[in-house]
């Protein structure tokens, strides 16, 4: 059986051809292109073809320069008149009408039998081509019931039978909702979406294909958004880099038709599509905006997207904040609230004008203040907004050109922290803590908090059980103790228990927080020498747990994140607060035996890499070691006997066995603090080679203390010989690299060069004396004093006091 097609023949299977049909009249077919004619048209010369095919002949015949004849009489035309043949027309469509519903009827018949791969896919592609003929047709495999077969075939174990079906079913719905929504019946729609995931390139292609064709219909596009995981799987076929085009274009189309539905642009948002939401938010109507903004503020964004989201919307929310209702007021606040909290969207947030109306919901009190619930929102994207680094100090927020850091705002936000509840409390804070972080703005901070007089309330939160506040309020303190240490200590001393809470955090054995960190920090701020504060620290067991804490970190017991190194630091830093009240407080010795602080802080000058941490302990050991002359347990000089009084020259002094060289007694590292004994002098000597001045000067003035009055000068000298340190002490006064540096090492090296032998060795050395004759011209008074006395140590000033002494004489 043959039968015409859209012009095309087309053979069916061996059921098909059994099917007795009308045959095709001779009259059907057009003489030029041998097929059935789907619009019959009738010339000058009476005969009847194809309209398309005799139009070609005519172009043809025009630009080919031939006379204008009729194709099959040769009768020159006299004209190019067109006579639409519809009767003809109408009984060609009732013939085809005819053979197609048989055909139709063999098809369904067909399908519902056991048929080949090949009898299934003829069939297909027969029920395909009719689709695309015309809108009846695509009815009359409706209403033959031929939709749901096909879908059935969507689930075949041949995946050429499962393409095909595709293919065929997107024909069938083209066009037709009624198709369309028998199409998407049952679990059809989740089969295709299963196709979009797991079938292969070309099911993919026609499965996506399908959806769009199905989307075109809003109630459809609704149950596509529905199906669970389909707009993901779009969303990441649109955006694909290794999906055939079509692929990626049929799904982008697809989902612009789901955009129709509400609901799927929120899913689409959620999966990182947002500017449906976004286009629905600046151009929907008013309540479409609120209900976009309101749903942003509950999405969780990425980072990107924030930034996309503030420089698309963020000046329209801020609109909305300003002038809106207070519903619009608030879904703005929500959404601004997701979008401030990234560095760099809370940036663009401040561009477009953000923090003056956050001022505003802020401070404004009466009828026209917000519900609390709302200005915490606004607390809290005022600490996203200050979190992001901005300089608020050239931020205007009025036309008083007042910023953030003015007085009276400072004084505001104060007075707020006092009066409001822990959320508002907090987050007001975290304001305060991000603009004193900075440097450009924390003194404005220290001198409104001093004048508002409000450095004790804000003491008071360190004792709050909400953590959040009390973590805050630490971090503030820490901050500011730099610049109001002594503001902080009168406070401490009026109620110990806050200090006590500060130890208590320090404390705590779930690792090393933030929080801890801060309150470290902050009690190693507190004036070292005020001993009042000292012996409550030790009253409170403070120093045995910091200790341990040290000890335990410094073993690598505890570890932590990026806070270990501030925390250590802030530790050691408490630890060597007993070092600064020695002198006051004799039992005070007792607590830095007790504690062995000198092999303690001698461990830790190994801390390299920790600059602050050996500086504190190098300066911790210099006040220790200033200590050992007086501790140290000074024997009895022996009896020289009858021979040395007689040889006057075998007198000359010994040193006992178990005599300390430098400070002539029994000593200890516990005991008496001896840098000696306790083996710190070779790590002072290599700190002398650190980067940081700091630790180069704190080294150094340690190490002095062995050349200091009260011990021996020449052991002490003896003491570094051995260490190696003679020379790194020389370089450091080389290298002159600040005037503290200078003086200590001029210092050091005149006590050095009071030994002969040396002075004789380094009088060479011109690099020395070159050192020297800059600090003698340049140095502050005694500075020069030390270094001309240096100078006639080697030689290069005359040492005129010997002259007089001789003058004199004679």
Not at 142 to 155: E, N, P, Y
Not at 280 to 289: K, T, V, Y
Request: charged content about 25%; proline content about 3%.
């Amino acid at each position: 059986m043959a039968e015409a097609q859209d012009g095309h023949y087309d053979s069916m299977s061996q059921s098909t051809d059994s099917l007795r049909v009308e045959p095709i009249y001779e009259s059907f077919l057009c003489p030029l292109t041998k097929q059935v004619m789907r619009d019959p048209v009738t010339i000058d010369s009476g005969v009847t073809f194809e309209r398309e095919a005799i139009l070609k002949w005519f172009n043809d015949c025009l630009h080919g320069g031939k006379r204008l004849v009729c194709p099959m009489t040769k009768k020159e035309l006299s004209t190019t008149d067109l006579n639409p043949s519809i009767a003809l027309r109408n009984t060609i469509d009732e013939w085809m009408n005819r053979n197609e519903a048989a055909k139709l009827d063999v098809a369904r018949k067909s399908l519902t039998s056991d048929c080949t791969e090949s009898d299934i896919l003829q069939v297909l592609q027969y029920v395909d081509e009719i689709c695309q003929r015309s809108l009846s047709s695509r009815q009359a495999v409706r209403r033959d019931g031929l939709i749901s077969m096909i879908a059935d075939l969507l689930k075949n174990s041949s995946t050429k039978v499962r393409q095909k079906a595709l293919e065929t079913l997107r024909s069938v719905a083209k066009d037709d909702n009624d198709n369309k929504v028998e199409i998407a019946a049952g679990d059809n729609i989740r089969t295709m979406v299963k196709f979009l995931n797991h079938g292969q390139t070309q099911e993919k292609e026609k499965a996506v294909s399908l959806l769009y064709e199905l989307s075109e219909n809003k109630a459809l596009s609704e149950r596509i958004g529905s199906v669970p995981g389909a707009i993901l799987i779009l969303v990441g076929l649109s955006s694909s880099k290794v999906e055939n085009l079509l692929t990626v274009d049929r799904a982008e189309k697809t989902l612009e038709n789901l955009e129709s539905c509400e609901k799927n642009v929120r899913q689409m948002a959620e999966n990182g599509r947002l500017q449906p939401l976004l286009r629905l938010l600046l151009e929907g109507s008013h309540d479409m905006q609120l209900s976009m903004a309101a749903y942003l503020g509950e999405l969780v964004l990425s980072n990107d997207i924030k930034v996309l989201v503030a420089q698309t919307a963020g000046a329209t929310l801020v609109n909305i904040m300003k002038k809106g209702n207070r519903e619009a007021r608030e879904a703005a606040l929500k959404a601004l609230n997701q979008i401030s909290s990234y560095d760099a969207s809370a940036k663009i947030l401040i561009e477009a004008g953000i923090l003056p109306p956050l001022i505003t919901d802020l401070f404004t009190v009466g009828s026209n203040q917000l519900p609390m619930r709302l200005k915490e929102v606004s607390a809290n994207i005022l600490a996203n907004v200050v979190a992001s680094g901005a300089r608020f100090e050239s931020i205007p927020l009025d036309h008083n050109r007042q910023t953030l850091v003015s007085e009276d705002i400072v004084h505001n936000l104060l007075h707020l922290i006092s009066n409001t509840g822990p959320a508002i409390e907090c987050k007001l804070l975290q304001v305060l803590v991000g603009l004193t972080d900075s440097s450009t703005s924390v003194q404005s901070i220290v001198d409104a908090i001093k004048s508002s007089g409000a450095i004790v309330s804000l003491i008071q939160f360190v004792e709050a059980p909400q953590r959040e506040v009390r973590m805050n309020s630490i971090k503030l303190l820490n901050n500011i103790s730099p610049y109001m240490g002594q503001e902080l200590a009168d406070a401490f001393r009026g109620n110990f228990s806050q200090l006590s809470s500060l130890v208590r955090v320090i404390a705590d054995n779930n690792g090393i927080s933030e929080e801890q960190a801060a309150a470290a920090g902050l009690v190693a701020d507190l004036p070292m020498r005020d001993s009042v504060l000292t012996r409550r620290l030790l009253q409170d067991g403070a120093f045995s747990t910091i200790i341990s804490k040290v000890v335990r970190i410094r073993q690598g017991e505890i570890r932590g994140g990026r806070f270990v190194n501030p925390f250590l630091e802030g530790l050691v830093r408490i630890v060597s607060r007993i070092t600064y009240v020695l002198d006051d407080d004799p039992d005070i010795i007792a607590v830095a035996r007790e504690f062995n602080l000198a092999a303690l802080f001698t461990e830790l000058l190994q801390m390299n890499g920790l600059d602050t941490v050996q500086i504190v302990s190098a300066t911790a050991l210099e006040k220790l070691s200033h200590q050992s002359k007086h501790l140290t347990n000074i024997l009895p000089a022996p009896n020289p006997g009858v021979c040395f009084s007689i040889f006057p020259c075998l007198s000359q002094k010994a040193v006992a066995t178990g005599v300390c060289r430098v400070h002539c007694g029994i000593c200890s590292a516990r005991e008496s603090f001896c840098l000696l004994e306790g083996k710190a002098v070779e790590k002072l000597v290599a700190c002398l080679d650190n980067n940081n001045e700091k630790v180069v000067e704190a080294a150094l003035a340690a190490l002095s203390t062995l050349l200091d009055d009260g011990v021996d000068i020449d052991q002490g000298v003896m003491v570094l010989c051995d260490a190696d340190g003679i020379n790194p002490i020389l370089e450091v006064l080389c290298e002159n690299r600040n005037e503290a540096l200078r003086q200590r090492a001029v210092w050091a090296v005149e006590r050095i060069l009071r030994m002969d032998e040396i002075a004789y060795e380094i009088s060479g050395n011109q690099n020395v004396g070159t050192a020297l004759v800059e600090a003698f011209r340049h140095g502050d008074y005694r500075t020069r004093q030390v270094a001309e006395r240096a100078l006639k140590h080697v030689d290069k000033l005359p040492n005129f006091s010997g002259i007089f002494s001789k003058m004199g004489a004679q």
